[in-house]
């Protein structure tokens, strides 16, 4: 059985999952990285460090590239040329499009009315800047990012107008969202082919405005009530993602959804729960495949 990770070289998730999978396949640890690889048509070789893609068994997605953007989309739909080939790939490209993209996730959520904290999406700097004094304070959150990237609050002030255009000429749909107390913490609910593995939280120990990793937050494990990790199995069963983490947050208005992701969860299983994410992802994978 041969099976690729695709990933980032020298990452310590990605370099995990396809040490993890080599060992338990017997092959030779494979992880490549997309902006490598050759796809040719109409045959649908897929090349990259003298591997031909399209003969595995199966490919794992841990990363599709070192920073978000629509390049991104691009990789996956070479991706989904392959699937659509007979190549067996988790998540499937197409699961994964649909959450890249901060936009669609968001829509695809709202559409299945999950709860999420309020959000204005709009290219109009006056639309924007009536976003900002509406909700008191607000995040600004680039379409493609993570661990908070690009982020930055806003408060109704004299420079406001003049901040925003300076966005919008970087970030032309802006995605404003109002600000709400998180309580010091949010939640990561993970789920492994749909069923519930676990939950940790990211916990704030400074200052920052988010509980990112990269500001400075700690993982610690968290049981949440039935509900929450209800409403989170409720908010990932739209994606069909093989394995995925829900952030969530536990607010005095009830809880909100912010995102599905398709990458994020093994540190935080590791560091908070002391769960080897790649050991399961790769058990998993290989018994679908056999």
Not at 7 to 26: D, R
Not at 122 to 133: C, F, G, N, S, Y
Not at 172 to 196: A, E, H, P, S, W
Not at 201 to 227: F, H, I, M, Q
Request: net charge neutral; aromatic share 8%.
């Amino acid at each position: 059985m041969k099976i690729g990770v695709i990933g980032i070289k020298g990452a310590w998730s990605s370099e995990q999952l396809a040490e993890v999978v080599a060992s338990k396949t017997g092959q030779d640890k494979m992880l490549f990285e997309m902006e490598d690889v050759r796809l040719d048509l109409p045959s649908g070789k897929a090349v990259v460090d003298g591997v031909n893609l399209s003969e595995l068994d199966g490919i794992i997605i841990k990363k599709i590239g070192k920073q978000y953007s629509p390049v991104l989309l691009d990789r996956l739909e070479m991706l989904r040329l392959l699937e659509g080939r007979g190549v067996k790939i988790f998540s499937s490209p197409y699961s994964i499009l649909r959450v890249l993209d901060r936009l669609t996730c968001t829509i695809s959520l709202q559409l299945g009315n999950i709860p999420m904290p309020p959000t204005t999406i709009t290219e109009d700097i006056d639309h924007a800047l009536a976003a900002v004094e509406e909700y008191g304070e607000a995040v600004f959150k680039p379409l493609y990012s993570t661990k908070a990237r690009g982020m930055f609050l806003l408060k109704p002030n004299p420079q406001a107008r003049e901040t925003i255009e300076k966005y919008s000429k970087k970030y032309k749909t802006m995605y404003i969202q109002k600000t709400i107390d998180l309580k010091n913490r949010d939640l990561g609910i993970v789920f492994l082919d749909g069923k519930y593995v676990t939950t940790y939280a990211r916990c704030k120990t400074n200052d920052a405005w988010n509980t990112t990793t990269l500001s400075g937050g700690k993982y610690a494990p968290v049981d949440p009530p039935a509900e929450i990790i209800e409403l989170a199995r409720k908010a990932q069963s739209l994606f069909n993602l093989d394995f995925t983490c829900v952030d969530v947050a536990l607010t005095d208005e009830g809880p909100f959804i912010f995102e599905v992701s398709a990458f994020g969860g093994f540190r935080g299983l590791l560091d908070a729960r002391g769960i080897d994410a790649a050991s399961m992802y790769a058990d998993y994978v290989i018994e679908k495949l056999k």
